[in-house]
Each structure stands twice: as C-alpha cells, then as structure tokens.
Antibody, heavy 116, light 110 residues
Framework: QVQLQESGPGLVQPSETLSLVCTVSGVSIKNYYWNWIRQPPGKGLEWVAF???????NYNPSLNGRGTISVDTSKNQIYLRLTSLTPADTAVYYC??????????WGQGTLVTVSS | QSALTQPPSTSGSPGQSVTISCTGTSNDVGGYNYVSWYQQHPDKAPKLIIYEVSRRPSGVPDRFSASKSGNTASLTVSGLQADDEAYYYC??????????FGGGTKLTVL
C-alpha cells in the first residue's frame, strides 16, 4: 500500500523560501512519476510541478521560475522548493503519484501560510 | 494554460443521476485520452475515481462513469447517495509533461 506524507514549516514569511518534503512508503520512488499540487483555502486544485523517474521536470508557468522539484531516492522522498513567496502561495500542498493517466495516490496535504 | 471549465455546482436527490461536464480545448481534453476525475470531501485529499477518460480504479463503484466527446469530458454519478456529496475535479494532460485542472464542481445531494 502506497502512503505519502507531506511535511513543511506551516508559516512562512513573505519573500522567503518554502521547502516541502514528501515521504513515500510502500513503493520505491525511482520507479514512478511524482507531482506537487496545491489548493488555496476555499479554492480549487492547481498543478505545481512534476518530476519523472528519469529526473526530468516541469513546472506550472504561473510559478514564473520560482519552483524546484527534486527527489532523494535513498530517502524515498520528494521535495519542493518555492522561492520569493507571496500570500498568493498560501495553500494546502499535496504530493501525488501519477503521470498522464491520472494521480493515483495522494498525501494528506500540508498547509502553508505565507504571512508576516 | 487555461483552466478546464466545470459548472460551479450541481445537485440531485438520492437515487437520481447527475452529470458534470468538463470543457477544454483540442490542446488538452480533445487531444489526449488522459482525462481523470477526483472526488474531494471537505478537509480531505482528493481521491481518483476515473482515469484515462472512463476507467475506474479498483474499489470505485460502477455508479461512477465517465466519457469524452470532442473537447468535453463528462462524469456521471448514478444512484446518488449522501456520501457522494463532495467537490469533483477534472484534470487533463496537456502535453509536454503539463496538466490543466478544472475549477471544481460542488455536488449537493438534496
């Protein structure tokens, strides 16, 4: 059974950098594709970033180059780094396993609030 | 990347059927058979209920069905039950390892 667990700082100051971790159990992350998806409070879902099993990445253009997704296969973890945060980045951030067909497994999400 | 268009809300009585539409373009919904649907209850993570336009993951009741015609995908929930009350989101692959999401539809079971 695949389990995903996101973790993060909770509260971040504007203009600072966010670092999130998704810890995966039940499968080896090197065999699958991974994504970060976010959901602002009371709003819909938004794709953030993607990384393939070969390490290729892609990002939502709305991030304007502020995002970096990476993995550590030895720790079975996926990371998201988001710089120059603004209140508009306040959201629940989910990691999810999947590719073109759909997102088959999701974490429970971690709330990130950008505020001074 | 423009978002997919879903109706903000829909409703139905127990036992009835409802259909939720998801309209995109030839660059996403119409161009790939990679539309998926998700159910999200309040304060919960989304759950995949349909993938590759019309396929159901193991454990998803056959009351959930879906299809696609041109640039519009549709999700039908039959035999409505109280627990079906949730938000439903469509997602489409848009090529070059990118995705577009629908804005979500709130399904109310009356």
């Amino acid at each position: 059974q695949v389990q995903l667990q996101e973790s993060g700082p909770g509260l971040v100051q504007p203009s600072e950098t966010l670092s999130l971790v998704c810890t995966v159990s039940g499968v080896s992350i090197k065999n699958y594709y991974w994504n970060w998806i976010r959901q602002p409070p009371g709003k819909g879902l938004e794709w953030v970033a993607f990384i393939s099993n070969s390490g290729s990445t892609n990002y939502n253009p709305s991030l304007n180059g502020r995002g970096t997704i990476s993995v550590d296969t030895s720790k079975n973890q996926i990371y998201l780094r988001l710089t120059s945060l603004t209140p508009a980045d306040t959201a629940v951030y989910y990691c999810a396993r999947g590719y073109r067909s759909g997102y088959f497994d999701w974490g429970q999400g971690t709330l990130v609030t950008v505020s001074s | 990347q423009s978002a997919l268009t879903q109706p903000p809300s829909t409703s139905g009585s127990p036992g009835q059927s409802v259909t939720i539409s998801c309209t995109g373009t030839s660059n996403d919904v119409g161009g790939y058979n990679y539309v998926s649907w998700y159910q999200q209850h309040p304060d919960k993570a989304p759950k995949l209920i349909i993938y590759e336009v019309s396929r159901r993951p193991s454990g998803v009741p056959d009351r959930f069905s879906a299809s696609k015609s041109g640039n519009t995908a549709s999700l039908t929930v039959s035999g409505l039950q109280a627990d079906d009350e949730a938000y439903y989101y469509c997602i489409s692959y848009a090529g070059s390892d990118s995705w577009v999401f629908g804005g979500g539809t709130k399904l109310t079971v009356l």
